[in-house]
């Protein structure tokens, strides 16, 4: 199973990005995806998830309205659209996949990519 993350960067506050987590190894369609992430000397944090029919989603509060997230199942990429970007969601960011929806221990988790919002 195999994780690859890209659209990460640094960008000035108000600005968007785009992440892409292209999996391959499993079959996309058949798990939930979500997004974390994690500053240093912090613990992980959960930012975002989409059910693996695509049909239910879920947001941390401080993204909701400005983070979309989405995966094409058919080409096996999930996708965390980011606007209104603001310092504070500096971090390292992860896609998971997995099963449970409840949980996130038991899954497959991406290497992360640094995203870096400047003031």
């Known amino acids: 199973v195999q994780f690859v993350e890209s659209g990460g960067g640094l960008v000035e506050a108000g600005g968007s990005l785009t992440l892409s987590c292209a999996v391959s190894?499993?079959?996309?369609?058949?798990?939930?995806m979500k997004w974390f992430r994690q500053t240093p000397g912090k613990e992980r944090e959960f930012v975002a998830a989409i059910s693996y029919t695509g049909r239910i989603t879920d947001y941390k509060d401080s993204v909701k309205g400005r983070f979309t997230i989405s995966k094409d199942n058919a080409k096996n990429t999930g996708y965390l659209q980011m606007n209104n970007l603001k310092p504070e969601d500096t971090a390292v960011y992860l896609c998971y996949a997995g099963s449970d929806w409840n949980q996130h221990t038991s899954g497959y988790w991406g290497q992360g990519t640094q995203v870096t919002v400047s003031s």
């Open positions: 190894g499993v079959t996309l369609s058949d798990y939930n």
